[in-house]
């Protein structure tokens, strides 16, 4: 006790030693409280031992243990239990330093609170002991009578306990005291005896000891040992040399294992290893023994190796180097080409004798350098762990280091989410329909979750499945009054939660198809059936699918189209055949359906049916959350930000100026800060007690183009990181021995500064600190100078939308229009693909000559000439064994035409036909074995008489046209089977009556996607006969194109069709050769009249290559028709997808 203090506080304590314990029976037990407690101090060499051990009535037992210097509490259960029972909690760390630890136990009614000196560790107390009383408490020792399997077998506790309370029973002073409710076992004494141990620490890469070695050891014999403790996986632990013989022994540490090597001339004569995990903070003993002809190493007393040399080791005078060699000494004294050690030392001895270390402290003996003796500075950084989300924390002497491998977060300390937080972020990144990890709180508590993405139709949904989405059949039964399902969901209750929270809408629709089974009764009565839904265990809803909350109805109740117009649900018509009440729940707070209850099944003759789909949730009210500062001057301020330990701050911005201040949040000193410092520069600086730090990325592009760029900033309490888009990352390491907290309590500050002072000029959206979501629109709407919102993101996005689609404008996100493109999706990014038989001919007519007669006073030139090219761009891919096969063909009513086909050679060949009077000119590729059965790429892009072809990744092939370059009065592309070929030659009429059978996908001819428009759109103006079938065939990774698929096939068509709709594959061949036959002489007839025009004009109207041009986007190179063509196009395929 210190003399400066004015009173002297009692103390109790007990020595145990190791084979000794006290035992407590407690006949009468003490009054029940809310809470009760364990407290005392003790300490101890020894790492391992039981404190406590605290039995109740129905064999329940607490057990407090020391295992490898860690407070671990069990719980035991019955004579059954396992030894190692349960884990309710650990805590502590290198608890075995021989200094006084704290610890106190307190149950209360819910929990159990363990606190080791500052450190507290909560538990939810396991049910069986919220009624628990103790009857009997063992200290140093488990005495169960046993009942119960100890813990530890055979490892009591060594040391001292001092001031051991169970509430208020002092235990120890009842011992002292010879109470009769205490038992002895053992040598137990009440005075803490003070082992002598000195230990020495090697804090760095220049400390050594250096020992002189002992002249006994002329004689052959030497002993060595010691104890060590350390986290570093290598080391040197000893080396000396024999300077006459030129050997040197080293014995070290590597990969955790103790190795001896001893090496001559620069050759190991010998190598020895024992030992394992040697680098877990634990102190190991070692030792190293010579006897004339024999070598050994020991570790922990009970491994080693052992081995025979005819190295005589004379030591008397050779010096011992531990832990490293002197930064001044020559390399024949002392060498170490091993790492240096770091760690501690204790009991080290020779021949047997402990050595001095005070001696050598006092420069009395030996030599020493940068060593802290009379202490161990061992520090474990993993306890407590600064992992977060179950990362695995290892560590050397000087630095931690996070495993964070299958957790799904990164970072220095798995702080930061690798995923998105919802299908909405995956989407803008270009991802397509598909299951994806979504963490919706980011790098906050909420694991990450496995979940469906439905990126196909307009919105970006989140669909979550549960047990029985499928159509479920229910029978009458007079045994049950009811039947119930509950439905588990595979996403836990929180991210359930979460996700509605966080999502702009949700659905689930709710089935019911009934036979004589009513359903809800009347909203006067009782319901017969219910379902349960919401947050939680949720609430009883007794309204349906379609209906309001609280309504009592259905869907057709709402609409009054009920059956029965006396009730408010089909179902309740009980009519004596098939009706049903579906519909959609969409009212967030009572989704999602959890159970349901169908109550009007028992009546014979009743049949029913239902469906709970999954829960489907779109829309991410915090990805689109923005702002717009139009003042330097204005911010918007949030609470204070609490990172103390981890802080994680992302968001995007888009600007025209070049600095700006983003986010400021200010301490008494500390402070965080991140800003715009100029065009291409981001700076993040903060400061937590160890002065200022700043963290740069300079970038390659400017960032203040108005367009979207994204930051994320992460501090921890190893390294501060920031990210501009995907530019390299830049890293600050914080000081190994730092301050650590970052404390503040000013404002956040967004958008600006406390000053008012470099104030940011434009758009910030998306702003998360630690996962959580700051609503910044909200905060606008009440701010001068900030308005909520931010428009334009087709800049920034707009190379998201592929293959010719177009990004358009919303307020909320963009949607790409994918019209003029080939493909379908989000992104204009799913192919069209078909397979074709030798028979499927799709026909796309650009004008029908049956059109002229509608306008008596229109004549044909004014019809067609509108329908001269001066250029194609062509696109599809194909895959196909055929050939010679037929691609595409496009005719015009003069007589010309453009022919895409495979030759006999299986080489590609395009011949055009632009003058009725001359030759058609061939242009063959030289790209060879294209009816391989392998899919293969094909453009072609003609400009006046400049042809280009490009096959897959081959080199562009150019030609030139001699005869004309203008194709006059287009009249219909074909795909297939070409049924009207009266201006092909006979070669080329046989290859078109071969049809094509294959595959063919994303065929575009300028603006127009003939196989879309057939496949998607059955109003645009095509023409399909045979059978069609959509198909994946044109994906690159479809290893087999004939391969029986998923399809969804034209010909399916109801018996009952529109007769001013074409049929598709319903004319048998014989109808087909009259069809033909009869449209053949119609087109002779119409072609001549389009002849006889043509010669009455004199004047042909051409599209110029200015023209052509300045029909187009800024950003197309397209040849399309002109306006009025593409007029009928646009409206039959006007598909667009939308973010929201």
């Given at each position: 006790?210190?003399?400066?203090?004015?009173?002297?506080?009692a103390?109790?304590?007990a020595?145990?030693?190791?084979?000794?314990?006290?035992?407590y029976?407690?006949?009468?037990?003490?009054?029940?409280?809310?809470?009760?407690?364990?407290?005392?101090?003790?300490k101890?060499?020894?790492?391992?031992?039981?404190?406590?051990?605290?039995?109740?009535?129905?064999?329940?037992?607490?057990?407090?243990?020391?295992?490898?210097?860690?407070?671990?509490?069990?719980?035991?259960?019955?004579?059954?239990?396992?030894?190692?029972?349960?884990?309710?909690?650990?805590?502590?760390?290198?608890?075995?330093?021989?200094?006084?630890?704290?610890?106190?136990?307190?149950?209360?009614?819910?929990?159990?609170?363990?606190i080791?000196?500052?450190?507290?560790?909560?538990?939810?107390?396991?049910?069986?002991?919220?009624?628990?009383?103790?009857?009997?408490?063992?200290?140093g020792?488990?005495?169960?009578h046993?009942?119960?399997?100890?813990?530890?077998?055979?490892?009591?506790?060594?040391?001292?306990?001092?001031?051991?309370?169970?509430?208020?029973?002092?235990?120890?002073?009842?011992?002292?005291?010879?109470?009769?409710?205490?038992?002895?076992?053992?040598?137990?004494?009440?005075?803490?005896a003070?082992?002598?141990?000195?230990?020495?620490?090697?804090?760095?890469?220049?400390?050594?000891?250096?020992?002189?070695?002992?002249?006994?050891?002329?004689?052959?014999?030497?002993?060595?040992?010691?104890?060590?403790?350390?986290?570093?996986?290598?080391?040197?632990?000893?080396?000396?040399?024999?300077?006459?013989?030129?050997?040197?022994?080293?014995?070290?540490?590597?990969e955790?294992?103790?190795?001896?090597?001893?090496?001559?001339?620069?050759?190991?004569?010998?190598?020895?290893?024992?030992?394992s995990?040697?680098?877990?903070?634990?102190?190991?003993?070692?030792?190293?023994?010579?006897?004339?002809?024999?070598?050994?190493?020991?570790?922990d007393?009970?491994?080693?190796a052992?081995?025979?040399?005819?190295?005589?080791?004379?030591?008397?005078?050779?010096?011992?180097?531990?832990?490293g060699?002197?930064?001044?000494?020559?390399?024949?004294?002392c060498?170490n080409?091993?790492?240096?050690?770091?760690?501690?030392?204790?009991?080290?001895?020779?021949?047997?004798?402990?050595?001095?270390?005070?001696?050598?402290?006092?420069r009395?003996?030996?030599?020493?350098?940068?060593?802290?003796?009379?202490?161990?500075?061992?520090?474990?950084?993993?306890?407590?762990?600064?992992?977060?989300?179950?990362?695995?924390?290892?560590?050397s002497?000087?630095?931690f280091?996070?495993?964070?491998?299958?957790?799904?977060?990164?970072?220095?300390?798995?702080h930061?989410?690798?995923?998105?937080?919802?299908?909405?972020?995956?989407?803008?990144?270009?991802?397509?329909?598909?299951?994806?990890?979504?963490?919706?709180?980011?790098?906050?508590?909420i694991?990450?979750?496995?979940?469906?993405?439905?990126?196909?139709e307009?919105?970006?949904?989140?669909?979550i499945?549960?047990?029985?989405?499928?159509?479920?059949?229910?029978?009458?039964?007079?045994?049950?009054?009811?039947?119930?399902?509950?439905?588990?969901?595979?996403?836990e209750?929180?991210?359930?939660?979460?996700?509605?929270?966080?999502?702009?809408?949700?659905?689930?629709?709710?089935?019911?198809?009934?036979?004589?089974?009513?359903?809800?009764?009347?909203?006067?009565?009782?319901?017969?059936s219910?379902?349960?839904?919401?947050?939680?265990?949720?609430?009883?809803q007794?309204?349906?699918?379609?209906?309001?909350?609280?309504?009592q109805?259905?869907?057709?109740?709402?609409?009054?189209?009920?059956?029965?117009?006396?009730?408010?649900?089909?179902?309740?018509?009980d009519?004596?055949?098939?009706?049903?009440?579906?519909?959609?729940?969409?009212?967030?707070?009572?989704?999602?359906?959890?159970?349901?209850?169908?109550?009007?099944?028992?009546?014979?003759?009743?049949e029913?049916?239902?469906?709970?789909?999954?829960?489907?949730?779109?829309?991410?009210?915090?990805?689109?959350?923005?702002?717009?500062?139009?003042?330097?001057?204005?911010?918007?301020?949030?609470?204070?930000?609490?990172?103390?330990?981890?802080?994680?701050i992302?968001?995007?911005?888009?600007?025209?100026?070049?600095?700006?201040?983003?986010?400021?949040?200010?301490?008494?000193?500390?402070?965080?800060?991140?800003?715009?410092?100029?065009?291409?520069?981001?700076?993040?600086s903060?400061?937590?007690g160890?002065?200022?730090?700043?963290?740069?990325?300079?970038?390659?592009?400017?960032?203040?183009?108005?367009?979207?760029?994204?930051?994320?900033?992460?501090?921890n309490?190893?390294?501060?990181?920031?990210?501009?888009?995907?530019?390299?990352?830049?890293?600050?390491?914080?000081?190994?021995?730092?301050?650590?907290?970052?404390?503040?309590?000013?404002?956040?500050?967004?958008?600006?500064?406390?000053?008012?002072?470099?104030?940011?000029?434009?758009?910030?959206?998306?702003l998360?600190?630690?996962g959580?979501?700051?609503?910044?629109?909200?905060?606008?709407?009440?701010?001068?100078?900030?308005?909520?919102?931010?428009?334009?993101?087709?800049?920034?996005?707009?190379?998201?939308?592929?293959?010719?689609?177009?990004?358009?404008?919303?307020?909320n996100?963009?949607?790409?229009d994918?019209?003029?493109?080939?493909?379908?999706?989000?992104?204009?990014?799913?192919?069209?693909?078909?397979?074709?038989?030798?028979?499927?001919?799709?026909?796309?007519?650009?004008?029908?000559?049956?059109?002229?007669?509608?306008?008596?006073?229109?004549?044909?030139?004014?019809?067609?000439?509108?329908?001269?090219?001066?250029?194609?761009?062509?696109?599809?891919?194909?895959?196909?064994s055929?050939?010679?096969?037929?691609?595409?063909?496009?005719?015009?009513?003069?007589?010309?035409?453009l022919?895409?086909?495979?030759?006999?050679?299986?080489?590609?060949?395009?011949?055009?036909?632009?003058?009725?009077?001359?030759?058609?000119?061939?242009?063959?590729?030289?790209?060879?074995?294209?009816?391989?059965?392998?899919?293969?790429?094909?453009?072609?892009?003609?400009?006046?008489?400049?042809?280009?072809?490009?096959?897959d990744?081959?080199?562009?092939?150019?030609?030139?046209?001699?005869?004309?370059?203008?194709?006059?009065?287009?009249?219909?592309?074909i795909?297939?089977?070409?049924?009207e070929?009266?201006e092909?030659?006979?070669?080329?009429?046989?290859?078109?009556?071969?049809?094509?059978?294959?595959?063919?996908?994303?065929?575009?001819?300028?603006?127009?996607?003939?196989?879309?428009?057939?496949?998607?759109?059955?109003?645009?103006?095509?023409?399909?006969?045979?059978?069609?079938?959509?198909?994946?065939?044109?994906?690159?990774?479809?290893?087999?194109?004939?391969?029986?698929e998923?399809t969804?096939?034209?010909?399916?068509?109801?018996?009952?069709?529109?007769?001013?709709?074409?049929?598709?594959?319903a004319?048998?061949?014989?109808?087909?050769?009259?069809?033909?036959?009869?449209?053949?002489?119609?087109?002779?007839?119409?072609s001549?009249?389009?002849?006889?025009?043509?010669?009455?004009?004199?004047?042909?109207e051409?599209?110029?290559?200015?023209?052509?041009?300045?029909?187009?986007?800024?950003?197309?190179?397209?040849?399309?028709?002109?306006?009025?063509?593409?007029?009928?196009?646009?409206?039959?395929?006007?598909?667009?997808?939308?973010?929201?």
């Open positions: 006790m210190s003399p400066t203090l004015c009173c002297s506080v103390s109790d304590v020595n145990f030693d190791g084979s000794s314990s006290l035992v029976r407690l006949s009468v037990l003490p009054s029940r409280t809310a809470m009760e407690i364990i407290s005392l101090k003790f101890t060499l020894k790492n391992s031992g039981t404190l406590f051990h605290a039995e109740g009535r129905r064999d329940h037992s607490l057990t407090l243990v020391l295992e490898k210097g860690r407070l671990l509490l069990y719980h035991q259960k019955g004579v059954t239990s396992p030894s190692g029972g349960q884990l309710l909690v650990s805590l502590g760390s290198l608890l075995d330093d021989q200094h006084w630890h704290r610890v106190k136990l307190e149950r209360l009614s819910t929990h159990l609170n363990l080791v000196d500052k450190n507290t560790q909560q538990v939810h107390i396991p049910a069986e002991l919220s009624h628990w009383d103790i009857h009997q408490l063992c200290l020792a488990v005495q169960s046993g009942l119960q399997k100890p813990i530890l077998s055979n490892r009591n506790f060594h040391g001292c306990l001092e001031n051991l309370l169970y509430n208020d029973l002092n235990l120890i002073d009842l011992a002292k005291q010879n109470n009769p409710q205490v038992t002895v076992v053992g040598n137990v004494t009440f005075s803490c003070e082992p002598v141990s000195v230990g020495v620490t090697f804090t760095d890469s220049h400390s050594f000891l250096q020992l002189p070695g002992l002249t006994s050891w002329s004689s052959g014999f030497i002993s060595i040992a010691l104890q060590f403790r350390t986290w570093n996986k290598v080391g040197l632990l000893l080396t000396f040399n024999l300077p006459q013989q030129q050997v040197i022994v080293w014995l070290y540490l590597s955790t294992r103790l190795h001896l090597q001893i090496n001559k001339a620069g050759r190991a004569l010998l190598e020895l290893s024992a030992g995990g040697l680098s877990d903070g634990q102190w190991h003993s070692v030792e190293f023994n010579a006897r004339h002809d024999h070598l050994s190493i020991t570790v007393k009970d491994e080693g052992t081995a025979h040399t005819s190295i005589q080791l004379p030591l008397t005078d050779s010096q011992l180097f531990f832990g060699c002197p930064a001044q000494e020559s390399s024949q004294e060498r080409p091993f790492k240096v050690f770091q760690g501690c030392m204790r009991l080290l001895t020779l021949d047997n004798q402990p050595v001095d270390l005070i001696k050598v402290q006092q009395l003996l030996g030599n020493y350098s940068h060593l802290q003796i009379d202490m161990c500075g061992i520090i474990d950084r993993c306890s407590p762990s600064h992992c977060e989300h179950g990362g695995r924390c290892t560590q002497w000087s630095t280091h996070c495993n964070c491998s299958n957790s799904g977060y990164r970072g220095a300390t798995c930061s989410s690798t995923y998105a937080q919802s299908c909405e972020a995956y989407k803008h990144k270009g991802n397509a329909s598909g299951h994806y990890y979504i963490d919706v709180d980011g790098s906050g508590p694991k990450p979750q496995l979940i469906y993405c439905n990126m196909t307009d919105r970006a949904w989140m669909v499945q549960h047990n029985n989405t499928e159509l479920t059949r229910v029978h009458s039964s007079p045994e049950r009054n009811q039947h119930s399902a509950h439905f588990d969901y595979t996403s209750e929180e991210q359930l939660a979460a996700i509605i929270s966080q999502s702009e809408h949700c659905e689930q629709e709710l089935s019911y198809h009934c036979r004589k089974s009513r359903l809800l009764n009347t909203p006067e009565g009782d319901p017969f219910w379902w349960v839904g919401g947050p939680g265990p949720g609430q009883v007794t309204y349906w699918g379609g209906a309001k909350p609280g309504s109805q259905c869907a057709c109740g709402l609409q009054d189209s009920c059956l029965d117009l006396n009730h408010y649900c089909n179902c309740d018509a009519y004596d055949q098939w009706a049903n009440d579906s519909g959609l729940l969409t009212h967030k707070e009572t989704l999602p359906v959890r159970s349901l209850v169908l109550g009007d099944i028992q009546r014979p003759g009743s029913a049916a239902y469906r709970v789909g999954p829960l489907r949730c779109h829309g991410d009210k915090n990805f689109w959350n923005a702002a717009f500062f139009d003042k330097a001057t204005s911010y918007l301020h949030f609470p204070t930000f609490h990172g103390e330990l981890n802080a994680d992302s968001f995007l911005f888009k600007t025209t100026s070049s600095s700006g201040v983003f986010l400021e949040n200010l301490g008494i000193k500390d402070f965080i800060r991140i800003e715009l410092s100029s065009s291409f520069e981001v700076l993040f903060f400061d937590v160890n002065g200022p730090l700043e963290v740069r990325v300079m970038t390659s592009v400017p960032l203040n183009d108005n367009r979207w760029h994204s930051v994320r900033a992460e501090r309490v190893k390294e501060a990181s920031l990210r501009v888009d995907e530019f390299p990352a830049a890293t600050q390491e914080a000081p190994s021995d730092g301050h650590i907290h970052l404390q503040l309590n000013s404002q956040l500050f967004i958008g600006g500064t406390a000053s008012r002072q470099k104030g940011f000029l434009g758009c910030i959206r998306s998360q600190l630690n959580v979501t700051l609503d910044l629109e909200e905060r606008a709407r009440i701010t001068p100078g900030v308005r909520p919102g931010c428009p334009g993101h087709c800049s920034s996005y707009g190379s998201l939308c592929q293959n010719q689609g177009r990004c358009v404008e919303r307020a996100g963009f949607s790409c994918c019209g003029q493109s080939a493909y379908t999706g989000a992104f204009c990014h799913k192919e069209i693909s078909a397979n074709f038989k030798s028979t499927t001919s799709i026909a796309y007519i650009l004008k029908e000559p049956y059109e002229l007669s509608r306008n008596s006073s229109a004549l044909p030139w004014s019809v067609y000439s509108d329908m001269t090219l001066k250029g194609e761009n062509i696109s599809l891919s194909f895959r196909t055929q050939s010679p096969a037929l691609l595409l063909y496009v005719n015009s009513f003069y007589r010309e035409y022919a895409l086909l495979i030759n006999k050679h299986d080489e590609l060949e395009l011949r055009y036909k632009l003058h009725s009077s001359r030759d058609v000119e061939v242009l063959e590729s030289r790209v060879m074995n294209l009816a391989d059965g392998h899919l293969h790429t094909v453009a072609i892009r003609r400009l006046a008489d400049t042809v280009s072809i490009q096959i990744q081959n080199a562009r092939e150019d030609f030139n046209l001699t005869s004309d370059v203008e194709f006059n009065s287009i009249k219909s592309l795909l297939g089977r070409v049924h070929s009266e092909l030659s006979a070669e080329l009429t046989t290859v078109a009556s071969l049809g094509f059978t294959g595959c063919l996908s994303a065929v575009r001819f300028n603006s127009i996607s003939p196989l879309k428009a057939a496949l998607l759109h059955p109003d645009s103006p095509v023409i399909v006969t045979g059978p069609l079938a959509q198909s994946s065939c044109g994906s690159s990774s479809s290893a087999n194109p004939y391969a029986a998923t969804h096939s034209l010909s399916d068509q109801p018996a009952s069709v529109d007769p001013g709709q074409p049929l598709v594959n004319i048998r061949s014989d109808s087909a050769l009259i069809g033909g036959v009869i449209a053949v002489v119609i087109f002779v007839t119409v001549v009249l389009v002849i006889m025009a043509r010669f009455i004009c004199s004047r042909k051409t599209y110029r290559n200015q023209e052509v041009k300045a029909a187009q986007p800024e950003d197309s190179h397209e040849f399309p028709f002109s306006s009025q063509a593409d007029s009928q196009i646009a409206p039959s395929e006007n598909q667009k997808e939308y973010f929201i």
